[in-house]
């Protein structure tokens, strides 16, 4: 998995729009009803995520795996039973049979138990260390599909949240040209103004609610998009807009971190990739077996008559077609290639975090500056205001402060969304988890 870029959100906008364009919503998506916390929203899309359930569904693959790697630690144990006519039984092994009835001197209805342990076996060892090391991959790969979907799921909910407090921005502005308009028609009526400020303010009010509608608009597809995300459980909902969000919101929904599972994931495949070339080199090794049976054997002739027998054996190959060789040395360049690729995951992810902590500096520098400039654009549309209804300043100064009120507003919206946005990429990344309440 790549980790997740921080290209500007409006991009998004557009990925947006597509989806909409290319099918409705399965329910209609209105902005009503109960407000929709972050924690809930995440929770959502992870508990409807398809990769994650794909992901758990491995988990527990890998964990079976591992139950049946281990199971070459213990003795195999079984049943036999037969009849046989004519001549005396002829064995090679072929036909699965094992134990005392494996005997080619005689014939007739037989029946025995029998167990076989492979005292020591190397290759055992390292085939079980390798499941165990797979299995610890496949729990750090279920964090890396719920960490992505989680990102996506958080970029989205930004995405509406950002638009909602666009669109309030918008609408503010709205209501306040309204009483402008108002206003200005009157000093015309009353021939105190020229008509032409008229058409300014009508011009500058309509553009207000072409951009109020068009982030309305914007908003409800973005809550579209959340529904898919969280298989329709989040219609009906609504998201707050960036007033109602801070720092410790997202804090707050968190929990754990410091260690990547992407990078854990990659460290844990290159020590299974070890195991299994040890586990090839191993077949070199002596082989330890113990074994026995126990049964009755028809009209048997053999070592007066024991109905019991009991091994012990070493078996060590000494050719098999440079197989092994082979085999090991292709495991090791596998091996190498994992030990790369843990390396590049780390690099990737130090790059990712670089590039997360500068867009977090410059969204903290820029809230500093951008939060006492909107209560300051607040305040001078106020005054100009006043003054313009008392005579004492021009139209185009209150228009001018009406827009500038409106920018200031929707900066400050983007670059809270973006701040939110870079902490909750790097702290999932990073291996934080979301707080189930």
């Known amino acids: 998995m790549r980790l997740p870029s921080m290209k500007a959100i409006a991009a998004l906008g557009l990925a947006l729009a597509a989806v909409a364009a290319s099918g409705p919503a399965s329910a209609e998506t209105d902005d009503k009803g109960p407000k929709l916390p972050l924690p809930e929203a995440l929770a959502m899309v992870e508990d409807y995520s398809p990769l994650v359930k794909a992901a758990v569904a491995r988990k527990y693959g890998a964990q079976e795996a591992l139950r049946a790697a281990e199971s070459g630690y213990y003795p195999l144990i079984g049943v ?39 005292l020591v076996d190397a290759t055992v060892w390292h085939a079980a260390s390798a499941a165990s090391l797979r299995a610890h991959a496949s729990f750090e790969a279920e964090r890396v599909q719920r960490d992505r979907v989680a990102v996506d799921g958080l970029r989205v909910y930004l995405l509406a ?39 300014l303010i009508q011009d500058q009010y309509d553009d207000a609610v072409i951009r109020s509608e068009d982030y309305r ?15 329709g459980r989040s219609l009906g909902y609504r998201c707050p807009g960036p007033w109602g969000l801070s720092e410790s919101t997202l804090t707050d929904a968190l929990s754990g971190g410091g260690e990547s599972p992407l990078v854990l994931q990659a460290a844990d495949e290159a020590k299974a990739a070890h195991e299994v070339a040890e586990q090839y080199s191993a077949e070199n090794l002596p082989k330890v077996e113990l074994g026995g049976a126990a049964g009755w054997l028809n009209g048997q002739d053999l070592q007066q008559g024991q109905d019991y027998t009991a091994f012990a054996g070493v ?51 820029d809230l500093a500056l951008l939060m006492p400039e909107e209560r300051r654009a607040a305040k001078a549309v106020t005054i100009a205001r006043y003054r313009y209804l008392h005579f004492l300043g021009p139209l185009a100064d209150l228009q001018q402060a009406l827009k500038d009120s409106v920018t200031a507003e929707s900066m400050v919206a983007m670059t809270k969304t973006k701040l939110l946005l870079a902490l909750g990429s790097k702290a999932f990344v990073n291996g934080a988890t979301l707080v189930r309440r």
């Open 80 to 118: 036999d039973a037969k009849d046989s006519f004519g001549m005396p039984q002829y064995s090679t092994g072929m036909d699965g049979i094992s134990g005392m009835i494996g005997s080619p001197y005689r014939s007739g209805p037989e029946a025995d138990a029998f167990g076989t342990w492979d």
């Open 161 to 199: 949240v950002l638009y909602r407090g666009q669109q309030r921005a918008w609408s503010d502005l709205v209501r306040a040209l309204s009483g402008v308009r108002g206003t200005v028609a009157t000093f015309v009526r009353n021939g105190q103004y020229n008509e032409d400020e008229l058409m």
């Open 217 to 231: 608009h914007e908003y409800l597809l973005a809550m579209q998009r959340l529904g898919l995300l969280t298989g």
């Open 315 to 365: 078996t060590m190959p000494l050719f098999e077609g440079f197989r092994i060789v082979a085999d090991t040395r292709a495991a090791e360049r596998e091996q190498e290639a994992r030990d790369a690729l843990r390396a590049e995951a780390q690099l990737e992810l130090d790059d990712f975090d670089a590039r997360q902590d500068e867009e977090i500096g410059e969204a903290r520098a």
